[in-house]
């Protein structure tokens, strides 16, 4: 089956986050079942372009101001799977994808729509897709174009659309005025539509007018449908409970194996650990610390630094964790709130937490395997990729127990000798250090510590089972799309 992913971000041409992760790699696993996949991602200042070509020239993007015009660029293809940019440098040719630490960049309704929209011209010439597979916001208006304005097009009367929610927490909320900006018509603007609380929610237009749902881990499938995670969206999504699926994400290994990593000082597996403790001395030296007690544990942070992840937590109970024998090392970047909290830990506990605040891959993978553990305490997590690398490094994760984190950690059993990870439910600090303190126990006993760190090298969350899942949804969509138009009474 012919599928394009519409995406904001994807590896290694853009990233920020997870999803840049997932656009890497599904689209490779999809095209390995026999899938014919095409990616579609905005060209932006960061993305690289060994040979760019032209693919299409000019696209004529109507605004009520003024007519835009992008073009698309093509890419390539890697592993089966082809590339294409659109090109339109006003928007996309900026520091940063979505934003600065300050805030969102102003036009981003703007920017995304126009990204959509060129999305959907240019298919009608690079080749029509039987399924549009869209990912947040930023591309949720193509199955609200595709129902609406593009309904009466013949290009596209069979195609079916799926949308996966990474992060209900960014929903591309804008005012009123934007609908007609972009030349979207105003009865989009209803509560049963894209209208939430006096403003205009593209994620909203995507889960009304998507084929099918899904998001990233089963364990968020359920907990986005109460108010606790739902982020006001929740009816939407419990009134269509029967096309929302959650399916987990998985991990390339050729990135993220402490086999294969190209990031790091020296391989190791389950078979031969010696390695990871040269990374630690490595990543201890990266950090400035090439004094530091190699006996001691390192918990290791790479995160974006939002409210999601919650590292308020940390700051409640750093005075107490620093009494333990421990070392935190943190690499993140993002809310200036949070940038500035990392750096006011530092200076007050210079040696209990090594911060960079940085986007930097290289010492992202560094401190995957040369950590003891990894610290996830999120407030919601809709899968988390961290927590599994962290698995095949044999870097215990502590997380807390929502969305994917919950999914894919299993709390360690010393009397047993089963699990893989430290766990906790309730938000909050207390409960945090607790479990912090648990961990750093275990870590005293070396023998059945290692116990713990195989158990989770030797799991495996590779895509290929996750992407079969997806291939079954796409299936089920075209067949519905090409049997009838009237497609929600077939899914229901
Ligand atoms: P989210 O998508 O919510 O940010 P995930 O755990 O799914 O969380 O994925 C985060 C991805 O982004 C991982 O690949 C991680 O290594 C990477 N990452 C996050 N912050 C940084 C950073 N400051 N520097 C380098 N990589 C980062
Ligand atoms: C989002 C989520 C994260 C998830 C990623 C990829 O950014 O915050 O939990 O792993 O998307 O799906």
Known sequence: MHIAFVASEGVPF????????????????????????TVYLPRYRQTKLTEPA??????TIPFDDKYRFASVVSGGSQSGVRFYFVDFPEYFERDALYGTPAGDYPDNAERFALFSRAVLEATKILGVPQVFHCHDWQSALVPVLLRTVYAEDPA??????????????????????????????????????????????????????SDYVTTVSRKYSQEIQTAEYGFGLEGVLRDRAGTVTGILNGVDYEE???????????KYSPQDLAGKALCKMDLLTAFGMSNADPKVPVIGIVSRFAAQKGFDLIAQIMDRLAREEMTVVALGAGDK?????????????????????????????????????????????PCGLNQIYSLKYGTVPIVRATGGLDDTIEPWDARTGKGTGFKFT???????????????????????????????MNK?????????????????????????PVLEKVLA
């Open 14 to 37: 853009s990233k920020t986050g997870g999803l840049a992760d997932v656009v890497g790699a599904l689209p490779r696993a999809l095209a390995a079942l026999g899938h014919q996949v």
């Open 54 to 59: 032209v693919a299409v020239p000019s696209i």
């Open 156 to 209: 596209f009367r069979e195609v079916g659309t799926v949308f996966t929610i990474h992060n209900m927490g960014y929903q591309g909320l804008f005012p009123p005025e934007t609908l007609p900006l972009l030349m979207l018509p105003w009865d989009l603007f209803t509560m049963s539509k894209m209208e939430f609380f006096g403003q205009v929610n593209f994620l909203k237009g995507a889960l009304t007018y």
């Open 256 to 266: 993220w194996s402490p086999q294969m990593d190209k990031f790091i000082t020296a």
């Open 337 to 381: 709130r949070y940038e500035e909290m990392f750096v006011r830990l530092n200076k007050q506990f210079p040696n209990k937490i090594a911060v960079k605040v940085a986007y930097d891959n290289a010492i992202a993978h560094k401190i995957e395997a040369g950590s003891d553990m990894f610290l996830m305490p999120s407030k919601y997590e």
């Open 426 to 456: 309730e938000y909050n600090g207390e409960v945090l250090l607790l479990t912090i303190k648990q961990a750093l126990q275990a870590f005293r006993d070396q023998t059945s510590w290692q116990v713990l760190m195989r158990n989770g």
């Open 460 to 484: 495996d969350f590779s895509w290929n089972a996750s992407a079969r899942e997806y291939g079954k949804i796409y299936e089920r969509v075209r067949q519905a799309r090409s049997v009838t």
